[in-house]
């Protein structure tokens, strides 16, 4: 298992564009959280899927958004990119029973310019 | 509001010293709380959680809820120690009984030789 995969690893986007960044979970887990780390800071919580649908959020305006697929697979999307939104974007996948143990991924690293 | 605090960006202390990672948190709540670490070149990876109360690779954490800290600690630093390492706090949110996850801005463990 090679754990939780996100793609790209790297993306370069301009202001303005929109961005999809993709990530597949853990084997078996069923949960998936999106965090944005900006450069020296810690993860902020973006928000989390199950079953298909948003179930939690953390303050982030709607250019935020998401999808979870039947085979728990999700997809962040950012539109109308601003220069503040370059960041690690990470990926963590859990079981919904144990929503509090999380994986994470490496990262996808978003260069706004 | 819910925050975590770290207070110290960087600690460095030598080989078999005591070692004590700082974190503070508001939340008006029952918290949940956790210790990550990311070592060189990995992931981000769940070290331990205070509902666990187990000493993780020599680390404990105790709960203070009159202090709200959740202070690491480990009485002899190894070199293999050195890494970035995060308190975070899972918080129910009001909707699907789901959580939201709170990290702290990181400290960065240097054990010198």
């Known amino acids: 298992d090679a754990g939780v995969t996100q793609s790209p690893t790297h993306l370069i986007k301009t202001r303005g564009q929109q961005v999809t960044l993709r990530c597949s979970p853990k084997?078996?887990?069923?949960?998936v959280s999106w965090y944005q780390q900006a450069l020296g800071q810690g993860p902020q919580f973006i928000f989390q899927y199950y079953e298909e649908e948003e179930r939690q959020r953390g303050n982030f305006p709607d250019r935020f958004s998401g999808h979870q697929f039947p085979n728990y697979s999700s997809e962040l999307n950012v539109n109308a990119l601003l220069l503040g939104d370059s960041a690690l974007y990470l990926c963590?996948?859990?079981?919904?029973?144990?929503?509090?143990?999380?994986?994470f991924g490496p990262g996808t690293r978003l260069t706004v310019t | 509001a819910q925050r975590v605090t770290q207070p110290e960006k960087l600690l460095s202390v030598f080989k078999g010293a005591p070692v004590e990672l700082k974190c503070n948190y508001s939340y008006s709540g029952s918290p949940e709380l956790f210790w990550y670490v990311q070592y060189s070149r990995q992931r981000l990876q769940l070290l331990l959680r205070h509902i666990s109360r187990e000493s993780i690779k020599g680390f404990t954490a105790d709960l203070n809820k009159g202090e709200t800290s959740f202070h690491l600690k480990k009485p002899f630093a190894q070199e293999e120690d050195s890494a970035m390492y995060y308190c975070a706090l899972s918080v129910l949110g009001a909707r699907y009984n789901f959580n939201k996850f709170y990290f702290g801005s990181g400290t960065k463990l240097n054990v010198k030789p």
């Open positions: 084997s078996g887990h069923d949960t």
């Open positions: 963590a996948s859990s079981l919904r029973r144990e929503v509090s143990e999380q994986y």
